[in-house]
């Protein structure tokens, strides 16, 4: 069998009540029920114009549902008072440092918010005719001119829902290519750091996933990538940054294997906030790249979307761009919705519509405020931070990957917990009694243990200095053998650590009365 | 009981194998949370793809140590995956699969290899 | 910057802590030929009151849809959202925290998707929901692909009620990995093709109730056909409101119902981002794609909840996932579920008999035009007309006074052949002089 232990304890030890613990329903944070368990089924909280209950259902005899949906009605104020009462259980970027390696946890501009919330951008619709709505189609293009001259491709599909959107788009944009010259290829390369949705998405696409070696220093293995490519592959996918925290050096050299192979080069730009303004993906010969606006750009996560994975495409590879895109007409901007004439080779539709929409807006907000020289400077601070972390860090904690600098986030393994007791599991569950929220832990997959540190540039260096103070604090601890500090832990948070051995093996996914 | 270096053990009974993981594996993956069995008539080949074990954080494919036809899917751990952990190699057994060749079981481990194996992990 | 918080000073001093001299000692390992030695060529760093000119000008040239008479549907509704929604969705500790994978500092999301699970679950009539999709479309064709895989068929019949856009995006996803979407023409009704269509390759029926002509029917006995077969059921719904009236997909035999979410909380935003809604059987649930919540208890016995049966997702299994999603639309679910706490199912119920009053009045007056046809008999609060004229030409002409009419078909599906087809939606924003406003130009236009 394959064996994918990746030792995390997933069941929580039960343990006794002690006056530390169990602040949930003192204080300031009170227990709050399930919507179902204080709504009434007969209230509503909103008030409507006219009367319903006069309404003329003679058309849809038989079509009527008996009774309304089992579902309770809050009135306002309990409405508010749920939802801000649950809120207070997460922790949030705004609290303090959200250091999540790969995820991009930075400060997110309010402003964006306003300007998503124009009525001009907010209330429109997808479909009302496109002279009324020259302005969101202006955002678009002036988006698209944006990624564009930001990676040095000449092209870009913007409907992409999501990062994992927006590599299936590119995917399917290198299947097209090679079924246009009656080239059927069978297999996707990744290495075995890749995010999940890499050989995932490979396999959706209808692709055999193979892996990529990887070397002693963290990097793409060339002489295994060398050995396989060959005719059959189609495409390669590497993430630029790594999901190491490091620039794969040999890039050009990667490239050049693969175009000589006659496969693509994919990369998975979620860690382009790492070289945004200052490294541009087309000098790196890359084919396409998604780019997630809720990181680079960010647009709020929103506690797990949405995001926007658009794709930029090379030239090779545009004219199988998704529709629909935005050109310049005589009377101002057109949307391509039909393929044909120059959309005739268009790979098909993503989904329903557009795109994120509210998502352009933010991320054009973003980008504007920056400009080309803020930009850069992004690039820089992200990438000053996390190596000042690394710097300050890694008398104590184990690197795997040596001295050399890294990018945007920091990577650390677990070799240096050797025989204290202390996982990495206990170490990240620790470090949320002292404020923060746990790093990226066990990825990348192919580090043992692996802790993975993204302060993002908009961590002053004060919080920077707090941040690894404590960290430093409870590695002191962790090998001082204090281990009660991290068996348990967290100790102040709203809940201690959860069973999900028990909830995956019950699995309740929906409340019964 | 013979093993392979994949973590199977299997108990020949005439030309029946009762297959399941080791406890080592067992030890390995943590709890259990969810196994998913071929359905009896089945034919499964050596070293081929033949149930999945889960725990909350992994989901790892069993290989079929020895080629033939699933007879039997062990319901018990389908209803309580603890078993696996319980007893993985008596109760928390698997599949049984009658097999072609039973020659083929000499090219397993026994336990005294599968020990000295495990050693070298 | 404003929005960069080190000094010039702190960057010396954490430079010194590193050991190197400046910052391009920390990007040795990028080629030098691609180091790219100043800013790109675009503009330079903007205050915040330029910027809010720029986007500004940009949002006034668009017409709002509240702006004025306003008809269109066709998977995008427009109605009212209650303000206490938008407020809640910009608290820092939803709006800026990530997905919930610490679940003991994550309780607020976690319990807010199990809650929008079971009201999903409930709406839909199914018992298991997950913790949404992209979008109603996307969903769909991820439905399509879980079908393929439970029932280990190839072949997907698609109704021609299905909307157009739905289609395509299911073929997108679907005929790469083999798996055949036969879209059938598109017809106000075509249960008798949808039931002659399903053979014993078939994998999934996809039925849109109501759909995209706005047409309501009753699939019960496509479910008994699909089931006969060895197929799947698969009930799309792209206006969410309707829940509060019609019978739902589960009580009427389907399998998988996925849904356009956007309805409920989300406003209309040009066509993103959505919430797509997903609820199955329960026996189908490993086969499910995107997240799930469910409860548990932290280690005092106390409740909680978690993301579980993971092992479905792509973090773990990688090519064999169900589905390559990770990131969903949680935001967009956290608007859905406010919106239906406020309405409740007895708030929604009235909210959808409304909807349909003001649809039928819509409907009176348009019918009353000499050369307007009414093609839907049974409809929710959309239906589709047959002009005497291109509707596009109709609709664009309209547009130059005011009105936004609706959605000609031909822009949904311009091979179908029914360029003359016009889909009207009211809704409880759409009040009786916005219904005079566009019966009155309408009638002009086409008497013109």
Known sequence: ?513 | MRFTKDHEWVELDGDTATVGITAYAAEQLGDVVFVELPTPGAKVQAGGEMAVVESVKAASDVYAPLSGEVTAANAEVSENPQTVNDAPEASGWLVKIKIADPAQIDQLMDRAAYEAFLGTL | MRYLPLSDTDRSEMLATIGVDSVEDLFVDVPATARLPGPVDLPRQASEAAVERTLGAWASRNRAAGAGPFFLGAGAYRHHIPASVDHLIQRSEFLTSYTPYQPEIAQGTLQVLFEFQTQVSELTGLPVANASMWDGSTACAEAVMMAARVTRRRKAVLSGGLHPHYAASAYTLAHTSGVETRKLAAAVDDEAAVIAAIDSDTACVVVQSPNIFGAVTDVSEIARAAHAAGALLIVVTTEAVSFGLLRSPGEMGADIAVAEGQSIGNGLTFGGPYVGLFACRNELVRQMPGRLCGETVDAHGRRGFVLTLSTREQHIRRDKATSNICTNSGLCALAFSIHMTLLGGAGLARLARINHARARSARDALAAIPGVEVLTPKFFNEFAIRLPKPAEVVVEALAKRDVLAGVPFSRLDPGAGLDDVLLVCATETTLPEDIEALAGALAEEIAR
């Open chain 1, 1 to 513: 069998m394959t064996m994918q232990s990746i030792g995390r304890p997933t069941r929580a030890e039960i343990q006794p009540e002690d006056g530390a613990q169990g602040r949930v329903g003192r204080g300031l944070l009170q227990d709050e029920p399930l919507i179902f368990e204080r709504g009434r089924f007969d209230l509503t909280g909103v008030d409507f114009d006219g009367t319903a209950e006069d309404a003329d259902l003679s058309d849809l005899e038989g079509l009527v549902r008996a009774a309304p949906p089992a579902l309770p009605g809050l009135s306002e104020p309990e409405t508010l008072r749920h939802y801000v009462r649950l809120s207070q259980r997460n922790h949030a970027i705004d609290l303090a440092l959200y250091p999540l390696g790969s995820c991009t946890m930075k400060h997110n501009p309010r402003l964006n918010e306003k300007m998503a919330r124009l009525p001009g951008f907010a209330d429109l619709h997808p479909l009302q005719p496109v002279s009324t709505v020259q302005g969101a189609l202006a955002v678009m293009d002036t988006l698209a001119h944006w990624l564009k001259t930001l990676t040095g491709m000449p092209a870009v599909a913007l409907s992409p829902k999501a990062g994992a959107h927006g590599e299936l788009c590119g995917i399917l944009a290198i299947r097209a290519a090679h079924e246009a010259r009656g080239d059927a290829r069978t297999t996707i390369l990744t290495p075995t750091s890749a995010h999940g949705t890499n050989p995932a998405t490979a396999a959706v696409a209808g692709y055999q996933v193979q892996e990529i070696a990887q070397t002693a220093d963290g990097r793409v293995d060339l002489s295994d990538l060398a050995a396989k490519l060959g005719p059959h592959v189609a495409a390669i996918m590497v993430t630029n940054p790594n999901t190491c925290g490091l620039f794969e050096r040999d890039i050009l050299e990667i490239a050049r294997l693969t175009h000589e192979a006659g496969a693509y080069f994919y990369a998975d730009g979620a860690n382009f906030n790492a070289i945004v303004g200052r490294v541009r993906p087309a000098d790196l010969g890359i084919d396409a790249m998604h780019i997630n606006l809720h990181k680079t750009f960010s647009t709020p996560h929103g506690g797990g979307g949405p995001g926007a994975g658009p794709v930029v495409l090379s030239a090779d590879l545009a004219r199988f761009a998704p529709l629909p895109w935005v050109t310049h007409g005589p009377a101002g901007f057109e949307l391509i919705e039909r393929a044909e004439g120059d959309a005739a080779a268009a790979l098909g539709r993503l989904c329903a519509f557009q795109g994120q929409m509210g998502m352009y807006v933010r991320a054009l907000t973003y980008m504007l405020s920056h400009g080309a020289d803020g930009l850069r400077q992004v690039a820089e601070d992200a990438v000053l931070n996390a190596n000042y972390v690394k710097a300050r860090l890694s008398g104590v904690m184990s690197a795997p990957f040596g001295d050399g600098p890294c990018m945007h986030e920091a990577l650390f393994d677990e070799t240096w917990l050797e025989g204290t007791g202390v996982t990495t599991l206990d170490f990240a569950k620790a470090m949320i009694d002292e404020g923060f929220h746990p790093m990226t832990m066990y990825f990348p997959l192919v580090v043992k243990g692996a802790m993975l540190i993204e302060p993002t540039e908009t961590e002053p260096k004060r919080e920077l200095d707090r941040f690894c103070d404590a960290l430093l604090d409870l590695a002191a601890a962790a090998k001082a053998g204090d281990v009660d500090r991290f068996k348990g832990a967290p100790f102040a948070a709203p809940l201690s650590r959860l069973d999900e051995t028990a909830a995956a093996r019950k699995p309740r996914l929906r409340w019964t009365p």
